[in-house]
């Protein structure tokens, strides 16, 4: 049998790894982020590297559209990471909570069972099987 502290401390530790597997997914992010927001930069200025007054710079799209294909990689990693994440914290709430209320249901019927009155040897009969017992007696009456 196990103990509701056994559960508690099973969510406790499923939290908590969730939240650091959350943290590092995102310190990682920041720091590619800033990576490619360096990469970016460098790329926009060595553009104005040759620019001379009076005249329209030339840009290239090129550098842009390969830090953006990067943003986006990088966007899709971590959304998948964090759905792997948020999996694995799904697993282990849902074993937690199913020992729990497997626990309970079982402290329930051992409850159940000592405090049954011993002439009631099974549980209560349903609300239609009374019904069909109650219509069948004043059948019997009225046919009297």
Known sequence: MTYPFDQIAALGK??????????NIGRENSETYARI?????????DQFKDWKLGTVPDFKS??????YSEFQSCGEDAVSRIKSAFDEWQECSRDALTQAAEGQQ?????WASWIRPAWQASPVEPAATKKA???????TLTAS
């Open 133 to 139: 017992q109650k219509s069948t007696a004043s059948e």
């Open 37 to 45: 927001g360096g990469k970016t930069t460098s790329a926009l200025v």
């Open 106 to 110: 079982g402290f329930v019927q051992t």
């Open 14 to 23: 499923a939290n908590g790894q969730l939240v650091v597997a959350l943290v």
């Open 62 to 67: 090129e550098p842009l559209s390969i830090c």
